[in-house]
Every structure is written in C-alpha cells, then in structure tokens.
C-alpha cells in the first residue's frame, strides 16, 4: 500500500516484450492523488468512466482518482507507442488528452469492453488482443540505438557525441526524440540520468550524493538542481516516492 493505493502488475506476451511495459490496476479506498512520474514513458489512464493518454512529463505531476474504485492502465516504454500508432508526441508533452487523440476505431469503447468484466487478468486480456491488432513490428533503426546509447550511459553521453555515434546531426536526432518520446534528445537524457541518480541512491543510502558525482553531474548543486527541476525535491527526501519502477530493475 502506498499513497492510500494498492497495485496488480502483469507483464505482456512475448510479442509485446520491449514495447509495453505492464499492464496495471490501482486500487483507491478514497480520492487520491496518482503520482505520475518523468522517465520518458507514455501510458493509457482507463476508467469506468473513459480514457486518459499522458505524454511524457518533465516533472512530477499528481492525477487526481475520482474516488474510490479500480483504475486500469498500459504502461509504454519510451519510444513505443509507434509500433501501435502514427504520432507526434511532441503535441502531448506535459499533457494528459483524451480517447480522441489517438484517433482509433474501437479506442473509444475500450473502457466499456474493459470494465465488463471483474477481474484484473481478464480485462489485461482485452487491452492485450487490442494492442496485438494494432502492433506493426518495425526494423531498429538509429532511433533505437541512441535509446540504447543514453541508456547504457545513464544518460550521460553529450547529444553531439550521441549524433556523431548514430550517423544523424543533433538537429534530426532531436526531432525524432520530440517526435517519439515527446521529449527533446537533452531533456529524455536529463531523465534518464535522474531515475538512475534516483535508483543508486536508494541502493547506496550511506553515501548518497557520490552516486550522483560518479554518473556525470559537475557537482552537488548541480545535482541537486536537476532533482529540484525534474523530481520537485532534493535528492535526499523522497527517493522512494519519485524513483520510476521503469529505472528500478
């Protein structure tokens, strides 16, 4: 149980492996504030009431739960969502939109197909067959090996060095970031960098600011900025509540 909400997770079939993260429910006893949290990924928000798609967020945002009841959610990796759907994310940034976004017949009445039924594995099902009849597998490209690059520095890597690897110039390598993550090439690898910052320091709690120091931050101020500016704390107050499961593994 955290913030007054409890949680089931299921991981997707092996099709969708690298693409969706999981599948979630939240449970609230009573209205509550959702954290929502920057680490580049985009989710689908679905109630009994309808359909809520957030962009990639540069800071802490709460949603508010209507009150009590059982919340279902797609979790995306960063950099997915056009395996399922031709998109700018760069519309959404910062943003939660409705069904009409995404502009897809049956997208509408998922939340009614959904809450059909009661159990949590069931309506992962449903949301499953219809992502399964949307997927368009794709080539890697460029784009793919710079996410893997910024991850594999903890985001670290300076764009210029990052273009230079992939063959792109800067300029159109932050366009596809803006396009599909919704976030500029500097700002996802802030992010990345953050969570990761986030995750050593709940593992190294004796000595929390040198793991910061030793994934690139010139120093502690500057560490403590880009937590203030992302995370909406010092590095040392809320770890546990701002760190990303997507960074937690």
Known sequence: MAFGLTMEKMVPC??????VHSYLQI????????????????????????????GAQLEVQDVQLLGPGEYFGIWFYPGTLRYFFDLNLS???????????????????????IYRHKVFSERAKIC???LLNRYS??????FDNALHLIYQSFGGEKISQLANQVG????????????????????????VRVQNVARQLYLKKNKPL??????????????????KKHLMSTPGTFINRFMSDLYNR
């Open 14 to 19: 092996d099709a969708l492996t690298g693409k």
């Open 27 to 54: 449970k609230a006893e009573r209205l509550t504030p959702y954290p929502v949290m920057p680490d580049g990924t985009q989710a689908i928000y679905i109630s009994s009431q309808g359909i809520m798609i957030g």
């Open 91 to 113: 519309e959404i940034t910062g943003q939660f939109v409705d069904e009409q976004y995404l502009q897809c017949r049956h997208f509408s009445r998922l939340h009614i197909d």
């Open 128 to 130: 499953e067959k219809w």
């Open 137 to 142: 597998p794709k080539p890697a490209t460029s």
């Open 168 to 191: 792109w110039s800067s300029r159109h390598l932050n366009r596809q970031f803006l396009q599909h993550t919704g976030l500029s090439t500097k700002s996802f690898s802030q992010i």
């Open 210 to 227: 040198n793991a910061g120091l030793e994934l690139g931050y010139y120093d502690q101020p500057h560490l403590i900025k880009e937590f």
